[in-house]
């Protein structure tokens, strides 16, 4: 082995955890999603399925709601909802 390889950590490896709340990746997409409250029934498939963690659970209303900072505007909420009740709009 080269002596330069023995200096690298093996992969993969995080060296710095922790980092992605100070990443704030939502202003990356073009959309973003609205959520009609009126026609939500708090089925939690968008909190479920979201990969980017930024939809919220608000246990004692019964509602979800969406952290923009971290949203990329993927649109898998809006797929998954199944009362169409979130909408991707312009940002």
């Known amino acids: 082995m080269k002596e330069g390889l023995r200096e690298l950590p093996p ?3 995080i060296l710095d955890p922790g980092n992605s709340t100070r990443n704030k990746t939502g202003g990356w ?3 973003k999603p609205n959520i009609d ?3 939500c029934v708090y089925c939690l ?3 479920i399925y979201c990969p980017d963690a930024a939809i919220s ?3 004692e209303e019964n509602k ?3 952290n923009y900072e971290y949203c990329k ?3 898998i909420c809006s797929q998954v909802c199944p009362v169409k009740a979130i909408e ?3 940002r």
């Open 57 to 59: 659970r608000l246990e």
């Open 88 to 90: 991707m709009v312009r």
């Open 45 to 47: 498939l968008c909190w």
């Open 37 to 39: 409250k009126n026609k």
């Open 64 to 66: 979800v709601e969406v």
């Open 29 to 31: 997409g073009a959309f």
């Open 11 to 13: 992969l993969p490896a």
């Open 73 to 75: 505007g993927c649109g």
